[in-house]
T-cell receptor, first 113, second 110 residues
Framework: DAGITQSPRHKVTETGTPVTLRCHQTENHRYMYWYRQDPGHGLRLIHYSYGVKDTDKGEVSDGYSVSRSKTEDFLLTLESATSSQTSVYFC????????????FGPGTRLTVL | SQQGEEDPQALSIQEGENATMNCSYKTSINNLQWYRQNSGRGLVHLILIRSNEREKHSGRLRVTLDTSKKSSSLLITASRAADTASYFCATDNYGQNFVFGPGTRLSVLP
């Protein structure tokens, strides 16, 4: 998986609790992305980063925040998890351009009860 | 809104047959990519085709792009059971990040 790890791989949590997902890369790639994957929707972009401390919103950013304090780490936080945020979350990275191919992590399956 | 839409949603073929999947999109693009996802795994990049290219090959994969029809097709020749996966097209529209379609689920039966 191109030097990308995600943690945790599985998580079950209660509605209203905060959750943080971590993406870690060893490729020194500039761009990092968080997607969610739901049946019938493909992948939808939540947030992305184009450098340390440089982030921007994607298509479905409401209810999510991100931080990138180091090149290798990109954190996704659900401040107060809701059942609609039950999904599989993928982190991806790309190199010199955001239009280059993306390399995906193994995913985190999050269930919000 | 989804930029790319794959067709069909699901496809079942016998091993050795060819598999064709299509992707339609709505706005002008800079390039289009195809990805594969095996069950329970992340997506893997297959091929990228730029807006000024019409056809590209990679092993058993052939991708075409028709910008006048805003469509692309992915052909997998001589399919194998290991090709069983979901296939996604991803399009960018000049300055925005890639948008993925809902995917085509391909089943290759032995």
């Amino acid at each position: 998986d191109a030097g990308i790890t995600q943690s945790p791989r599985h998580k079950v949590t209660e509605t209203g609790t905060p959750v943080t997902l971590r993406c870690h890369q060893t490729e020194n790639h500039r761009y990092m992305y968080w997607y969610r994957q739901d049946p019938g929707h493909g992948l939808r972009l939540i947030h992305y980063s184009y450098g340390v401390k440089d982030t921007d919103k994607g298509e479905v950013s409401d209810g999510y925040s991100v931080s990138r304090s180091k090149t290798e780490d990109f954190l996704l936080t659900l401040e107060s998890a809701t059942s609609s945020q039950t999904s599989v979350y993928f982190c991806a990275i790309s190199g010199a351009s955001s239009y280059n191919e993306q390399f995906f992590g193994p995913g985190t399956r999050l269930t919000v009860l | 809104s989804q930029q790319g839409e794959e067709d069909p949603q699901a496809l079942s073929i016998q091993e050795g047959e060819n598999a064709t999947m299509n992707c339609s999109y709505k706005t002008s693009i800079n390039n289009l990519q195809w990805y594969r996802q095996n069950s329970g795994r992340g997506l893997v990049h297959l091929i990228l085709i730029r807006s000024n290219e019409r056809e590209k090959h990679s092993g058993r994969l052939r991708v075409t792009l028709d910008t006048s029809k805003k469509s692309s097709s992915l052909l997998i020749t001589a399919s194998r059971a290991a090709d069983t996966a979901s296939y996604f097209c991803a399009t960018d529209n000049y300055g925005q990040n890639f948008v993925f379609g809902p995917g085509t689920r391909l089943s290759v039966l032995p």
